[in-house]
């Protein structure tokens, strides 16, 4: 198993001055460039500590908000992928259905790759509704424009002995010839996120790595969709690396103090949603099933305890995300057996994506979170045996043939306010 520290870089002194929005409108006079900086710092330091440990990092990109500075996450792969010396960065992600020009993330993605002499994972996603007011697209079609640029993006990164032109429903060039080439051949690791069964299933016929955000016990349907779908195209079971999960992480030594680190990061779930209404469910971001989900209550903040207890992610205690297994803490021997068993929950699961820092947790608490999950967490992690992955695609192909798969498992695309990266 790999685990990546993951911050959204917060600018949390706002949260507490946002007069009901922390998205979109809350004005940037709010924003100290001064105490901006020395976060911008803070975060890239623990990443330093991070590389040193031996974990790997994650970054993401938001646009318009408090809850992540992170606007041009280029800036930040670039800044890493000169001051780290091991880890592989991971950008989780690039929200390409967004984004005017996809030559230009190829040529930013491949110039990444070399200067961190390739440690770069590239994940690209659709991004949460609150992106297309500051992006300027239109919400309909959104994934068929991620498509597109997705498909192009490859095509770009692994021709190299021709110049090439495209003609697409959404992007046109006359000729392609990408400056550097990456490093790693055929081209970085590909990732991305869901929360559909449907885009599951795809993304394994795809064989891309496949990550979800804080789904909790709803996660197993969406891996055994992705593992039928990897079946059906290559004939063999994935592994455990091709599935990735992020979860938030409080440990240390004292049980009580490792609570009120739990408390802290929760802080993530109940600021990122804060949004204006009009911008939470812009027309055409959802299909009208899944609507007419959202109408019913049926979709996120809404969580499930292992036993089905119903929870909102916004409020619920540090335990009762523990519970739902949106929340790692506790002691390191606790937080070991929770990650293991939510792993055997999923069949197995090779790349925890750790928010290790989030809201007020002090640089200081965050350091001592990394220092005790390198040291006392991880080695026991990576020597785990991972489930049979042969047998338990059977199982998820053997269920699909007889009809037997559970109404979780038929989750939709939906608005995911809480963890919002996908």
């Known amino acids: 198993m790999k685990v990546y520290q993951f911050t959204e870089q917060p600018y949390y002194p706002a949260w507490q001055d946002h007069s009901g929005s922390l998205r979109v409108n809350l004005l940037n006079r709010k924003c100290d460039p001064h105490v901006a900086a020395d976060l911008f710092h803070r975060y890239y330091d623990e990443w330093q500590v991070a590389d040193e440990l031996g974990l790997d990092i994650m970054l993401n990109e938001h646009h318009q908000t408090a809850t992540c500075m992170s606007s041009t996450v280029v800036v930040g792969l670039s800044v890493l992928s000169r001051i780290t010396r091991h880890a592989r960065l991971l950008v989780l992600g690039y ?38 007011p500051a992006s300027n697209q239109n919400p309909v ?9 997705l498909d192009f993006i490859v095509k770009a990164m692994t021709t190299h002995d021709t110049l090439f032109n495209w003609e697409g429903e959404y992007f046109n060039y006359r000729q392609v010839n990408v400056w550097p080439r990456c490093w790693q051949q055929p081209h970085p690791p ?52 091709r599935f990735a999960y992020l979860g938030l992480v409080g440990v240390a ?4 103090e490792a609570r009120r680190r739990g408390e802290l990061v929760a802080g993530y779930l109940r600021s990122s949603g804060i949004v204006h209404l009009p911008f939470r469910n812009p027309p055409g971001f959802l299909s009208a099933e899944d609507n007419a989900r959202l109408m019913r209550g049926e979709t996120p903040p809404r969580s499930y305890t292992k036993d089905r207890r119903v929870i909102s992610m916004h409020s619920a205690s540090a335990e009762d995300l523990v519970a739902a297994g949106i929340l790692f803490c506790g002691t ?63 199982q998820a192909v053997a269920a699909d043939k007889q009809g037997s798969r559970p109404a979780s498992a038929r989750v939709g695309d939906l608005v995911d306010a809480t963890m919002a990266t996908r």
């Not at 079609?141 to 640029?149: I, L, Q, S, T």
Request: proline share 6%.
């Open 95 to 132: 929200p390409i259905g967004h984004r005017p020009d996809p030559l230009r993330v190829a040529e930013e993605l491949s110039t990444i790759d070399v200067i961190s002499r390739g440690r770069l994972d590239m994940g690209f996603i659709k991004g949460v509704p609150y992106e297309f």
């Open 141 to 149: 079609g959104v994934m068929d424009r991620w498509w597109e640029a």
């Open 190 to 241: 590909i990732w991305t996120t869901t929360g559909s069964s449907t885009q599951a299933r795809l993304l394994g016929e795809r064989g891309y790595v496949m990550a979800t955000l804080g789904s909790g016990y709803n996660t197993r349907p969406l891996y055994d969709s992705y593992r039928r779908g990897f079946v059906g195209k290559w004939g063999k079971a994935p592994g455990p690396d």
């Open 253 to 256: 030594k004292d049980r009580d």
């Open 332 to 394: 390191p021997d606790e937080v070991y057996e929770q990650i293991v068993d939510f792993c055997q929950y999923c069949g197995g699961m090779g790349n925890l994506l750790m928010m290790g820092h989030a809201g007020y947790l002090s640089h200081e608490q965050t350091v001592d979170n990394l220092k005790l999950m390198a040291e006392e967490v991880y080695p026991r992690l990576k020597a785990w045996q991972q489930p049979d992955a042969a047998a338990i695609a059977a």
